[in-house]
């Protein structure tokens, strides 16, 4: 359900009670009333040199949205197995639909490719995670969507920060406020950017002089590998591979935050290919182990474009299913 503060004829009396009596299971560290946060958030953005029409455009008639609270209380990164999540966004049709969309699309990548060396299956496997290539991009209101999760609390400083970035991107002209639609997080276009994403990696691709990340597929995909290569990605280098860990492996050495080793000293550790065979000589990449389902479940070395896609999601169970999904793509 979404609330508007133009339903109710005593909106303050409503919106200070909107945690208690609006959003049923959500409790709110925010005991200001929703338009006297709203009007400090403007006049922060004033100061910050935000224009006025900028601020009425995004900001007038927005309120908090339940569903948006309820989205946040149930990531399927989080929820999810890597199992079940994988087997959700990796089927043999998505499959089929990425290949095909990596051949229709084989010279806008090769171009955008010669500028940021990122190897095409990337690129498209998170534009296929993301969005469906492009047909599910959000239909939240991205002013509303961040100012719910800002005034929420439990992050509010993070989408505070983000909800002024969404203003910065219509005030310097390369949205208008009507077209800021995007995830309940507030992630938006084709490669859901969050606004500081777009501020920082979005690309101008097409030379229209603005990224539009909404429409635009050579802004969309220079985008993304944009965001890829600032994020240290290695357009030689693979992401990783399933592995088969020997009996007794040492729990501490499954760490891929803390535990970097060469390829072959996990093959002196016994660490091997699924079927047993040795692991690569060449290159000896530093690697890490990732066990996503714990002990007794599917093992994985991961090498630094892994750790690139984790800047984009800090999630294991994402990165490991944009490496499956470009593995397959690449498959003939």
């Not at 029409?53 to 309820?70: F, M, Y």
């Not at 199992?83 to 095909?100: G, H, I, K, M, S």
């Not at 290569?229 to 501490?252: C, H, I, M, S, Y």
């Not at 935050?257 to 093959?267: G, I």
């Amino acid at each position: 359900m979404r609330f508007r503060m133009s339903h109710f004829p005593n909106r303050r009396a409503v919106l200070a009670g909107l945690a208690a009596a609006c959003m049923p299971g959500f409790a709110l560290a925010n005991d200001q009333p929703f338009d006297a946060w709203l009007r400090d958030l403007r006049a922060e953005g004033r100061q910050k040199g935000l224009k006025d029409s900028t601020l009425d455009d995004a900001l007038r008639g927005i309120a908090p949205i339940a569903r948006v609270l309820e989205l946040d209380r149930a990531q399927p990164e989080i929820r999810l197995t890597f199992e079940e999540y994988l087997a959700r966004v990796v089927n043999d049709q998505r499959v089929r639909n990425a290949r095909d969309r990596v051949k229709e699309n084989a010279e806008l990548l090769d171009r955008v490719t010669q500028r940021f060396p990122v190897q095409p299956r990337f690129i498209v496997a998170l534009w296929a995670i993301e969005t469906n290539f492009g047909a599910n991009t959000g239909g939240f209101n991205v002013f509303a969507a961040l100012a719910t999760l800002a005034y929420d609390g439990r992050r509010a400083a993070f989408f505070r920060e983000e909800l002024f970035n969404a203003l910065r991107i219509v005030d310097r002209g390369h949205a208008k406020a009507a077209d800021m639609r995007g995830s309940w997080a507030g992630a938006m276009g084709q490669c859901q950017f969050m606004p500081s994403s777009y501020l920082a990696y979005a690309v101008d691709f097409d030379g229209n002089g603005h990224p539009d990340i909404w429409q635009s597929r050579p802004d969309v995909f220079a985008s993304i590998a944009n965001y890829l290569v600032k994020a240290n990605w290695r357009g030689t280098e693979n992401w990783g591979r399933q592995v088969a860990l020997p009996a007794g492996f040492a729990r501490d050495l499954v760490d891929h935050n803390k535990v970097t080793k060469p390829l072959s000293e996990w093959q002196a550790l016994g660490v091997r290919m699924p079927n047993g065979s040795d692991l690569p000589a060449a290159p000896d990449l530093p690697a890490s182990i990732v066990q996503p389902m714990g002990e007794g479940g599917r093992a994985f070395v991961v090498y630094n474009n892994f750790r690139s896609i984790m800047r984009w999601n800090r999630s294991v169970n994402f990165a490991l299913s944009v490496g499956h999904l470009a593995d397959r793509i690449g498959e003939v």
